[in-house]
Structure formats: C-alpha cells, structure tokens
C-alpha cells in the first residue's frame, strides 16, 4: 500500500521540499521531472500545479495533496482536508486574493464595480464574490501579469498577494479582501475510508504540523549554579515548565527548554546576567504536540 500524494509545482515547491525533509521525508527531482522520489516507500508524490490538485483529488486519481484553501474554494472541490498547514512561499502566514484598482480609479468599494471589467486567476471565486455582494461585473480569465492590466485593460484586478509589495510596485492600491488562504493537506473520500491509507495521512499530517510548530522555535541549554537557579528559571519561558536536571558536581545543574526564536536575542544576555553558563542555542526540527 502507497498513498498517491500530489505535491504543489511552482511558487510553494521549494517551502513544501523544506518542510517534509525536515518531516522525514527525503524528495530528490529533475529538472523535467514531475515524479519526485521519496525515500518513504508508502508515498508516491507527483508534481501538479496547486490550482489542479484538488481536482484530482477528489477524482481519487490523487490520494491526497498539499495545496491551497483557495484553490479547494476556486475548483469546489469535495474532499477531505486533513490539516491546515500555515506556510506560503515567503513565510509562515496565510495569503489573500484581493481586489486592487489603480491608485488613482475613483473605485472605493466592490459596488462599485458594476458594469465594469476584471481580470484575474481566479475566476470562479472572484464571480462568488461578486454574487455576495449583489454586483454584476464581467470577469475575464488572467493567463498571468495581471497586475499591468489596469487601466488600459480592466477596471480592477482580483490578484493573490503576501505581502502587497508587488501590488505596490504597480501602482495598485487593495479595496477589499477576497478570501483568506492558507495550505491544506487534503485526500479523497475513498482514501480517507481506507485503513491504511487513513493511518498513512494522518501520521504524515502530525509530522508536517510539527515541522510548523518547531519553525520559530529554539532549543536553549544552559548550565545554572543551585544559588542562581530560581533567578534563572525566572526569566525561561517554556512549552510546559524547563527541564532542570542536576549535574555531577557540588550545586550545578543543566536546564533547558523551547522558546520563541524572536525573544532570544533578549532572553540570551538577561540569562547570562542571571547567571546562567555555557549557554547554547539549538534549532529543532519538529515539535509534536
């Protein structure tokens, strides 16, 4: 027994390649290839482009995927989703399709787009939006540089965004939010009521959401005199509480615990000031919860 999952191609490939090597699974591909191997004999993966693997999917021709919650929204897609897996191509965050006109359109709100032309990717779920908001507009299919097409082209744009930087570099202000997306590992009905299958996924979904978990936190090891263990101890945040354990030698004892990376430029030198010794940083790979 094999689980067939569908990987994204393209702008999520190289964060997705990331997070399940640091899962377990090691993914080698060529350049051509769409059949990357896994050192997992229980996962055949495939390379599709993320707005596709949902279809497939729920085809069943796909056991499972990993793509976007917009993507599953765009294609209707019926099938299960797994876990919410929060990471996009540039960090650990979700994205969203927005609506964007000119800087300078008079456009302040989708009504008042009636009558009027957009272009964009998602087609499907931009006329959704649209039928929400009691607006008819013509939507048109972007095969890609969909933010150039304003003005001379279309009224406005519905485009995917992170950051909103590159709307900004063409002259695009956002009017409203679309739909809020992050990544999802999905699988068909018929391989969720497979046993095995089931097992498989749901063990592959613990290791990727550890993977997550473990993305913006350290390791810290430190050795602490018994006179200073309190002081220290004190200043450690900790999943639970730090792990203290005593050391051969009169008093001593090592202490460690996982903390949010972005605090350990200041927790560092206050530990050392409280007397902490020997103090080390570690990265983690997983953290199962």
């Known amino acids: 027994m094999s689980v067939i999952l569908g990987l994204p191609k393209g702008s999520l490939q190289d964060a997705t390649f990331n997070m399940m090597r640091k899962a ?22 495939r390379l599709i482009r993320a707005q596709e693997i949902s279809r497939y999917v729920e085809l069943g021709l796909l056991d499972a995927g990993i793509t976007g919650y917009d993507w599953i929204y765009e294609n209707n897609s ?7 897996l929060l990471y996009a191509k540039q960090g650990l965050r979700p994205v969203r399709w927005v609506l964007a006109v000119p800087n300078d359109s008079p456009i302040q709100s989708v009504r008042e787009l009636e009558g009027k032309r957009i272009a964009t990717e998602a ?21 890609g540089a969909t933010e150039v097409k304003t003005p001379d082209l279309v009224d406005a744009i519905v ?5 909103g930087s590159s709307l900004r570099a ?12 992050t990544t999802r590992l999905i699988c068909s009905h018929k391989a969720w009521a497979d046993p095995e299958k089931r097992s498989k996924l749901e063990h592959l979904a613990m ?12 390791l810290l090891k430190m050795n602490v005199s018994g006179a200073n263990l309190a ?29 949010e990376e972005n605090l350990v430029r200041e927790l560092i030198p206050a530990l050392r000031e409280a007397g902490a010794q020997g103090i080390i940083e570690l990265p983690i790979n997983k953290i199962i919860l």
């Open 123 to 143: 087609v499907g779920m931009t006329r959704r939006y649209l039928e929400q908001n009691g607006v008819t507009a013509e939507v048109e299919f972007s095969w």
């Open 207 to 218: 290791l990727l959401s550890g993977v997550l978990e473990a993305e913006t936190r350290v």
């Open 24 to 45: 377990g699974f090691n993914l080698s591909v060529g350049s051509r290839s769409y059949m990357p191997t896994c050192d997992d004999p229980g996962l055949q993966c």
């Open 231 to 259: 002081a220290v101890v004190a200043l450690l945040p900790a999943l639970h509480a730090p792990t203290v354990s005593s050391l051969n030698g009169d008093g001593w004892h090592a202490v460690e615990t996982v903390v």
């Open 159 to 163: 485009e995917l965004t992170e950051t």
């Open 170 to 181: 063409n002259n695009l202000r956002i009017v409203d939010t679309v739909l809020t997306s």
């Open 78 to 84: 019926d099938v299960v989703e797994v876990a919410e």
